[in-house]
Each structure stands twice: as structure tokens, then as C-alpha cells.
């Protein structure tokens, strides 16, 4: 661990903002850089400003600040990248290839890299979605990690590059925004519930997604960072699964702490998206391989982020 220096790239991001934090902390600042496309960004640690796409730029970093990993999270998410096919598929591969390609040469001994539930389509069973399974995404988000995904596998087997990766489902958090993503609609509930009392949803009040609260998403991403590189059995990316609600569930449970909230629905282009991919999860061979386990359900949940935005006077009534 002491000489662990480590690269953050999309630090900005939903998981990004709340990553850098905790690996700071973890690790100390000084061997935590935190990167983005964005000129300037305000963090505990060093921030650089790193274009993934840039392979030249991205091995300069390394190679200048001795990374020894990195965390590549630079993606466009499900809903941006059906807008912009062609970005979508060239940021979510190249950056990937920049990475991979430096731990092949040497110069990284770690990589993670999210992967997510888009990878399943509509020929998946929707319920308790196995590790293994038929696998046919339908947007391009979902191709680029499925393809992704592969090509990590590819790297650990053929080069022995250790990357890890777990499937994240919609993350849910109260310190940073998503961005372009279809299941941010269970982000954006809890801050016009707070604002203005109700809530236009994007998707129908049936459709069930797997979800997990951000405090655990960064508790997978670290514990699978830290485990044994023997009890990585899966070098793809791995199911994990914390909770699976839909609209009405989650606006009911938000009801129970503000009793007159209520909420409409008028779905948009995201719903055809939702609709091909999982409800729930089975995530076995990560509780399995490296201890995965979720300590957010949705009542948990939404109390935590309700008191937190309230709290931290980012949202009040
Ligand atoms: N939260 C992501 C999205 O909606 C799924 O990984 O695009």
C-alpha cells in the first residue's frame, strides 16, 4: 500500500466526486490524483486535467506521477450516448484501450473500470439476472461495456493485466448529480420532492431497476480494489446487486417522510431503454469470491437521503 499511487480519471463524475474522497482518506492525499476533462475542479488532492481520449496525455500522467492505478470511470452514460452513438462508442472503447494498453506495458499494476447492468438486453430473464447468462445489449452504452468488458478479460488472460470491474446498477447518492444516465430519475425524485413537493418521472410507474446507494457502490469499488488478486475469479466484471424498486416504490417510501409528496409520470425516449434491461440481480459470486455485501436497502435509503440533502442544506423545503 505505501507505495500505491493512484489515478482517478472522470473524477467529476457521480462516482468520481465520492471515489476521490474516500480513496484520499483511505490512502492519504498525496497519493490520490484526481482527473477530468474539466479545466478545473476543486478536490482534496492534486487535480489534473486529462482527456482519456488522449493516450499520449494519459501515459504522461502516469509515467510522471509513478500511478501505479487507476480507476477509469470517463464514460457517456445510457441516455447521452443513444443522443451520440459515435462519441458514446469511441470514449467508452478508447479511453478503455489507453488504459489497458499502459498496464499491459508495465506501467500500471491495477486498473478498475465500471461495467453495468446495460450489458443485459431484453433476451435476458428479467428477474434475479444470473452472472451468466444470454447477454444482448440494445443500446450502444450497454455494447461499448459489454465489449468492454470482454476486452478486459482478453488483457487479464492474454497479458495477465489485473482489471477489475463489477456491473454497477443505478447509483443513488446525495453529494453529486448524474449525468445522462436512465435511471437518474431515482436522484433527481428526491430533489424536487424536497423542492417543490412532486415529481414528473421519466419512466412508468412499473418499471423495476436493480439500485444501490452510493456508500455501497464505493464499497464495492474499494473491497474489490482490495482484494487478493487470487480471489478475482472473474475478469469481465462481476454482478452486484443491492436493491431492485420502481418508480411507485421508491415515491412511496419517500411518502412515508413527506406525506403529501406525489408524483406523475410521462416517459420519454429512456423508457425503451429501462425496458430491455434487468429488474433485479443475482450477485452470488461476488458475495462469493471477495465478501460483496450491500448494507443499503431502500428504506435505509431514502431516510439517509433525505436527512443528508436536508442536513447539508442542499435541498430544503
Ligand atoms: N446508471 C446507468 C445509466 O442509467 C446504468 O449503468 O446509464
Known amino acids: 500500500m505505501s507505495d500505491t499511487k493512484i489515478l482517478v480519471i472522470g473524477a467529476c463524475g457521480q462516482v468520481g466526486t465520492e471515489l476521490v474522497e474516500n480513496l484520499a482518506r483511505t490512502f492519504g492525499n498525496e497519493r490520490v490524483i484526481a482527473s477530468d476533462i474539466r479545466e478545473e475542479a476543486s478536490f482534496p488532492v492534486k487535480y489534473i486535467k486529462l482527456d482519456v481520449m488522449d493516450r499520449e496525455a494519459v501515459k504522461e500522467v502516469v509515467l510522471q506521477e509513478n500511478v501505479s492505478e487507476v480507476y477509469h470511470l470517463a464514460a457517456l452514460l445510457s441516455a447521452t450516448a443513444e443522443k451520440h452513438p459515435e462519441y458514446g462508442?469511441?470514449?467508452?472503447m478508447d479511453g478503455l484501450f489507453s488504459v489497458l494498453d499502459l498496464a499491459k506495458?508495465?506501467?500500471?499494476?491495477?486498473?478498475f473500470w465500471p461495467s453495468s447492468i446495460a450489458v443485459f438486453g431484453p433476451t435476458t430473464s428479467k428477474q434475479n439476472t444470473p452472472q451468466y447468462t444470454v447477454i444482448e445489449p440494445t443500446s450502444v452504452y450497454g455494447i461499448s461495456k459489454f465489449a468492454?468488458?470482454?476486452w478486459c478479460n482478453y488483457y487479464h488472460q492474454r497479458y495477465d493485466v489485473d482489471v477489475r470491474s463489477i456491473r454497477y446498477p443505478g447509483l443513488i447518492g446525495w453529494k453529486s448529480l448524474?449525468?445522462?444516465g436512465t435511471t437518474d430519475y431515482a436522484v433527481d425524485i428526491f430533489h424536487q420532492a424536497l423542492k417543490t413537493g412532486n415529481y414528473t418521472c421519466f419512466l412508468s410507474e412499473?418499471?423495476?431497476l436493480p439500485m444501490m446507494y452510493m456508500p455501497d457502490a464505493i464499497k464495492a469499488t474499494m473491497d474489490i480494489?482490495?482484494?487478493p488478486a487470487d480471489k478475482i475469479k472473474i475478469r469481465s466484471s462481476y454482478n452486484v446487486s443491492a436493491m431492485s424498486f420502481n418508480p411507485q416504490d421508491i415515491a412511496n417510501e419517500i411518502?412515508?417522510?413527506i406525506p403529501e409528496f406525489s408524483i406523475a409520470y410521462d416517459p420519454d425516449f429512456r423508457q425503451a431503454i429501462a425496458n430491455d434491461w434487468p429488474a433485479s440481480i443475482n450477485d452470488e459470486e461476488a458475495r462469493?469470491?471477495?465478501g460483496w455485501n450491500p448494507e443499503f436497502n431502500l428504506e435505509k435509503m431514502v431516510s439517509d437521503m433525505l436527512q443528508n440533502l436536508n442536513q447539508n442544506s442542499i435541498v430544503k423545503i
Open 225 to 227: 480494489m482490495a482484494a
Open 178 to 180: 448524474p449525468g445522462g
Open 89 to 92: 462508442w469511441k470514449l467508452n
Open 105 to 111: 506495458d508495465g506501467h500500471l499494476k491495477k486498473i
Open 206 to 208: 412499473e418499471t423495476a
Open 255 to 257: 411518502r412515508n417522510h
Open 288 to 290: 462469493h469470491d471477495w
Open 148 to 150: 468492454g468488458e470482454r
